[in-house]
């Protein structure tokens, strides 16, 4: 690594619900600097999920976060010429990245509907302990459990 570590940059919050996490999971579905549109898809899907259930879209929203952000995941460390996975404690920022991450690309496995849809039955799926992003969460868990005995080269 050269140089110094680019700093932070602070985003702001969405316009709507003026929170942060729900910017960060805009800017992480927009594609081509497309903000609008991608507002509409996370704006869409909350109202398809207060459809729905006619519950609030948020508390779902954050349901569905709690229960895919991982705890545990491993990260490849070289050792004496050979590659272990290592599992480590994900921190808080991380969590989030990786439940956004894992949630955009399972809503974008599934097919036949518009992205507001398959992302308001993905979050619907994850409130509920369902669905492909937590099926990632799990296998997750599952290598650093398997992985448990290189913990003390964390």
């Known amino acids: 690594m050269r140089g110094k570590q680019a700093p932070k ?6 316009p709507k619900f003026n929170r942060l996490d729900l910017a960060k999971l805009i800017n992480k579905i927009m594609q081509d600097g497309k903000k609008n549109t991608a507002q509409k898809i996370v704006y869409g899907a909350f109202a398809y999920i207060s459809d729905k259930t006619k519950k609030d879209p ?15 995941e ?3 460390k070289r050792i004496g010429g ?3 996975q290592v599992p480590i404690v994900v921190t808080g920022e991380r969590k989030m990245t990786l439940a956004h991450r894992w ?6 496995h599934r097919k036949g ?8 039955e993905e979050l619907l799926a994850a409130a509920s302990g369902e669905g492909e992003a937590m099926k990632k969460r ?4 599952r290598m650093a459990e398997a992985n448990k005995a290189f913990a003390h080269f964390a």
């Not at 940059?9 to 969405?14: F, K, L, V, Y």
């Not at 799990?138 to 868990?141: I, K, L, R, S, Y």
Request: aromatic share 6%; glycine share 4%; hydrophobic share 45%.
């Open 9 to 14: 940059r602070s985003i702001a919050p969405d």
């Open 58 to 72: 948020i508390e779902i929203y954050e349901s569905a976060m709690r229960n895919i952000s991982p705890n545990l």
């Open 74 to 76: 491993v990260k490849g």
């Open 82 to 84: 050979a590659n272990y």
């Open 103 to 108: 949630l955009i690309a399972a809503a974008q």
């Open 113 to 120: 509907a518009a992205m507001f849809k398959r992302l308001g």
């Open 138 to 141: 799990e296998d997750v868990h």
